[in-house]
């Protein structure tokens, strides 16, 4: 952005500099201009113009009073602040939406370790229920509900797991990463405790 932002200045800026044209021309007469000239009844053929003929022109210019061009010079050190502030902005939203990104990353990651400890439970729950239905101590509604929860907290667990690798490919997008390459980070919450902001 600065690089576009300094050309773009130099461009508005170059009228100052010295401008010079040139122009050639060259001509080639093949055929000359003749007329025929009578005096005392002799008739005499006079050639007109020159067979080659060639011009050279150049032209050198510059400006001193130019409203356009002093608006410009006035402008670009405002220009130069805007794009600064711009390239900073761009900056300090890149990390917020990286920081985001990886700490969404990092809270999917550790609804997905709850999901899997409560699909051990309730597969624990179903186990139990089930025995119990079959040994006549429960009736069937609890066995039932035990195996809903269960899938329930499997569904979740899929959707959780669709919705990190979505999460994922959303980090890589923002810091340029390759979608094609292999992609993991750290999700250790102990030594993100350590982190002090």
Do not use: C
């Not at 150049?58 to 405002?78: C, E, M, P, R, V």
């Amino acid at each position: 952005m600065k690089e576009i932002g300094e050309r773009d200045i130099k461009s508005a800026l170059s009228g100052w500099f010295p401008q010079i044209n040139g122009t050639a021309n060259y001509n080639n007469n093949l055929k000359q201009q003749v007329n025929a000239l009578t005096t005392n009844g002799e008739t005499n053929y006079i050639t007109f113009g020159t067979k080659h003929t060639s011009a050279l022109t150049l032209q050198a210019d510059q400006q001193f009073l130019n409203a356009g061009l002093i608006q410009a010079s006035k402008a670009s050190k405002y220009y130069r602040q805007q794009y600064k502030q711009s390239t900073e902005n761009t900056k300090i939203n890149t990390v917020v939406d990286v920081s985001k990104a990886y700490f969404d990353i990092l809270t999917s990651g550790e609804q997905l370790n709850i999901i899997n400890e409560n699909i051990a439970r309730l597969e624990k729950q179903l186990k139990d229920a089930s025995a119990q239905y079959e040994q006549g101590l429960v009736d069937k509604t609890d066995f039932q509900r035990a195996q809903i929860s269960l899938s329930n907290s499997k569904a979740d667990k899929k959707r959780t797991e669709e919705l990190l690798k979505y999460k994922y490919a959303y980090l890589k997008e923002i810091i340029g990463y390759s979608t094609e390459k292999e992609f993991s980070l750290n999700l250790k919450s102990d030594s993100m405790e350590q982190v002090s902001f």
